[in-house]
Each structure stands twice: as structure tokens, then as C-alpha cells.
């Protein structure tokens, strides 16, 4: 089995907290932070943790408003989030399909 593709995994997605988070707004045009909170059923302290290091990283932005008064925090992927979002699904059917012999 050739390693490099495992090698080649963007570490900032591959943790298990923020490849979710990646995914969800990979399927979606924009979400807010309670509805990932919900879906994902993450703290308010862990997503903001993931979504911080997401955003720091070039691949989610924030939007900061307010809605009926009420402070909204939006998330949606940027251009190189979602390319690299893309690259990193691409990567790992390579690996599926090496394990499978192919």
C-alpha cells in the first residue's frame, strides 16, 4: 500500500471535530451557529474552538450581524475552503480505493 496519499491529508481538516463542521458547510450555502451547534451536537466552546482554527486557516469565513435585534454569527466556506474541501474528499477516495486493491 503506497503511504503518501495518508501523507498528503490536510491535518487541518482531518481532525475529527472539524472535518464535520467542513462537511456540513460544504452542503449548505451558509449556516449559523446554533444550527451547527445543534447539528453537530458540539458545545458552544468546542465549535467556536474548530470554527476559529477553520477560519484562521483560510477555508471558513464569519459574518457578524444582527437579526430582530439579536446578534446572528453566520458561517459559510470560502473559495480555497471549499477547493481544498474538495482536494481533501478527492484524497480520500484514492486511499478507499488503494484499500480495496484498485
Known amino acids: ?23 456540513l458547510l460544504a452542503a449548505a450555502p451558509q449556516l449559523s451557529f446554533t444550527e451547527m451547534r445543534d447539528t453537530l451536537k458540539m458545545t458552544d466552546g468546542n465549535l467556536t474552538a474548530h470554527v476559529r482554527t477553520l477560519h484562521e486557516a483560510g477555508y471558513v469565513s464569519v459574518t457578524k450581524a444582527f437579526q430582530g435585534g439579536r446578534p446572528l454569527t453566520t458561517y459559510s466556506l470560502t473559495k480555497q475552503g471549499r477547493k481544498v474541501f474538495t482536494s481533501y474528499i478527492d ?6 480505493q488503494q484499500s480495496k486493491g484498485k
Open 91 to 96: 484524497l480520500l477516495e484514492q486511499i478507499v
Open 1 to 23: 500500500m503506497n503511504p503518501e496519499p495518508f501523507l498528503q491529508l490536510d491535518r487541518v481538516i482531518h481532525e475529527k471535530g472539524r472535518l464535520p463542521i467542513m462537511a
